[in-house]
Every structure is written in C-alpha cells, then in structure tokens.
C-alpha cells in the first residue's frame, strides 16, 4: 500500500466502550498528526509527533490518549468518549516539522460515531 | 486568538466563470496551504506558499500569498464541474499547530 492508511473507516461505539484507531503511513515520512473534523467547523490539530516524540498537544481531554511507536505508526486511544466526540477523524504525515516542503499528507479518515 | 478566516463560504459558479476564494489570517506565517476535500474523502494538498509574493499555478488553479496584508488567494479560471469540492487554507504560525479556515464549498454548475 501507499500513502496514509487508517484502520477502521467507521466505527460506533458506546461512551463506555474502549476503541483504538491506527494510521500507517508508507512516504517515510518522520512527523504524523491526528486531526478531528466536525461538521460546519474547522479542522482541528489535536496531536503532533516529530521522530515519535509528541511535540504538540492541543488542548485534547484525557479520553483521547495519542501513542507513536514508530515514525510509520500512529494510534489514537480512545475511551469514555462523549457524543460530541463523534466527527471525522483524520491522521496525516509530513516529511518532519521545520521541512522546507512540509506538505501534509492526509489518510482518508475513520468515522466515528459515539452513542 | 489565531483566526484562519476564508470568504466565501459557499459559492456556487457557471462553468467556464472565473473567481477568487480568498484566506486572511490574524497573525504572521511564513506558510500557506492550500487543500481541497472531494466530498467523503480526504484533503489532497494543492499548493504550499512559502514566502511573500509567492504565486503558484496548476491547472485552473492559482494561489498566490501576500505576507504583509495576511492574505492569500485561490484564483479559478475558467471552471469545469471537476473543481467542485471543498477548499481550505491552513497557516502555520511557526510553532507547528496548524490552523485551518472553515472551507469554502465550491460547486461548478454545468
């Protein structure tokens, strides 16, 4: 595969339940993010790592736990979420913070839904 | 507060027309990005201005950045329904966290 991959693509859950979603990047990029996309507002940075150390984190509850295992690998924990938690759930990967092309690239989403 | 404001929202345009989108932001950045959303996908990334008076073309696309003003703009010529998606720009304040507009929604009518 090419490019950003995130694993699942949708995803229901109780605000009880426990869940993990994962991105995999393949450009041998060193800096990945997790973004969160509600509708009718704007994109919202949560979580930057650069050489899988967090260097950014916005502002995010605890019930959204980030882990970088690698610069290919990027999970988000996810627990006692809340129903405005659901929205779009976008992972992206760029060459490394300070790049002179730091162009993100973008997988293609997980859908989440909290009931 | 960083704001990434872009105008207008929502524009509905004839084929063959040409406008602009425009992107102010409230604080210095010396990068733009320009990205566009087909509906149910992702952001594909479509320019990167890097310094002012920068000026990129691809396409009926072309962006251009004006670092002083705090502006930048997506000129559309002549549009094809193909450019019908949704359009952000996105600035980077020189710490990392990025900030994006609100989007502008595009449709090109045939």
């Known amino acids: 595969e090419t490019g950003v991959t995130q694993t699942p693509r949708h995803l229901v859950m109780g605000m009880t339940n426990k869940k993990s979603l994962k991105c995999e990047q393949h450009l041998g990029h060193n800096a990945m993010y997790w973004y969160k996309q509600s509708a009718k507002k704007p994109l919202e940075l949560m979580f930057v790592y650069n050489f899988k150390e967090q260097t950014e984190n916005n502002s995010v509850p605890s019930r959204f736990s980030p882990e970088c295992p690698n610069s290919s690998h990027l999970f988000l924990h996810l627990h006692t979420l809340q129903p405005e938690d659901s929205a779009l759930y976008l992972c992206?990967?760029?060459?490394?913070?300070?790049?002179?092309?730091?162009?993100?690239?973008f997988g293609p989403g997980t859908r989440l839904t909290v009931l | 507060e960083l704001k990434v404001e872009q105008n207008p929202l929502f524009l509905s345009m004839q084929e063959g027309k040409n406008y602009t989108i425009y992107c102010n932001y409230s604080?210095?950045?010396?990068?733009l990005y320009w990205y566009r959303q087909d509906p149910g996908k992702s952001l594909e990334s479509l320019f990167v201005?890097?310094?002012?008076?920068a000026v990129k073309q691809e396409g009926r696309l072309m962006a251009s950045l004006d670092t002083k003003a705090r502006l930048s703009t997506l000129h559309i010529t002549a549009a094809v329904h193909d450019l019908s998606a949704t359009y952000f720009c996105?600035?980077?304040?020189?710490?990392?966290?990025?900030?994006f507009g609100t989007g502008t929604r595009l449709k090109v009518l045939a």
């Open positions: 604080t210095t950045s010396d990068r």
């Open positions: 201005l890097l310094s002012n008076g």
């Open positions: 996105a600035v980077d304040p020189g710490t990392y966290k990025y900030i």
């Open positions: 992206a990967s760029s060459p490394a913070l300070g790049s002179s092309t730091d162009t993100q690239y």
